[in-house]
């Protein structure tokens, strides 16, 4: 046997060993998070998010698949499905850069490159407009005061409110509301029954 291909098998072997390794990490990272995911939300949380740069780093040492070089200066699917959900889920309330990173596993500099290629913006600007999106949800469905919903879409006050409200949409939130909401609510049947 030649010296090229004694090389070559030592790199297969090599490389299949490496194979093992990584799965059976991969096996003991999974089995944690299933033990842990009832009782311990962040520990699975970690052992999940351990078990996805494990992949990521293979796929990309081993030159990257199809699926990955697609996301290349993206974020993946689960990622981004992962952010959008959290996001929504926590308008409420503000939302830190430091959890959405957490969130994805990657660093914070490559964070924000990937989001606003995938988003088309930053994500203090995305979830901006989602909260003034979420107000005017609120607005067409409830009564609450401009300040009510100004705190239940996580924001300080009404003033703040207004700024991104105007920023985004290009009128007031009372102006809006009067135009669409209170238009819309003198034509409903279940007010002109006077009930």
């Known amino acids: 046997m030649n010296s090229s291909a004694v090389l070559a098998a030592g790199a297969h072997e090599q ?15 999974l089995s944690i998070a299933q033990s842990k995911v009832e009782l311990d939300h962040q520990a699975a949380q970690a052992c999940l998010s351990r078990a996805t740069a494990l992949l990521a780093a293979s796929l ?23 952010l959008i959900s959290y996001i929504e889920e926590n ?4 939302i830190r850069s430091s959890e959405l990173i957490r ?15 995938t988003f088309g913006e930053a994500p203090l600007a995305y ?10 949800q609120m607005m067409l469905t409830t009564n609450h ?11 300080c006050d009404q003033s703040h409110l207004t700024r991104l409200f105007r920023q985004y949409v290009g009128t007031t939130p009372s102006k809006w ?19």
Request: glycine share 10%; charged share 25%.
């Open 15 to 29: 490389s299949r060993q490496s194979g093992v390794a990584l799965a059976a990490t991969l096996l003991e990272l």
């Open 60 to 82: 990309e040492r081993e030159g990257g698949s199809k699926a990955e070089s697609a996301f290349r200066g993206k974020l993946s699917g689960w990622q981004a499905k992962r």
């Open 91 to 94: 308008l409420d309330r503000p």
């Open 103 to 117: 969130l994805t596993g990657i660093s914070a500099g490559h964070f924000f490159r990937t989001f606003k290629a």
């Open 127 to 136: 979830i901006a407009r989602r909260r003034v999106k979420f107000a005017q």
């Open 145 to 155: 005061s401009l300040c009510h919903i100004a705190l239940d879409c996580g924001l």
């Open 177 to 195: 509301r009067q135009e669409y909401v209170l238009g819309s609510l003198e034509l409903t049947p279940a007010n002109a029954d006077g009930a």
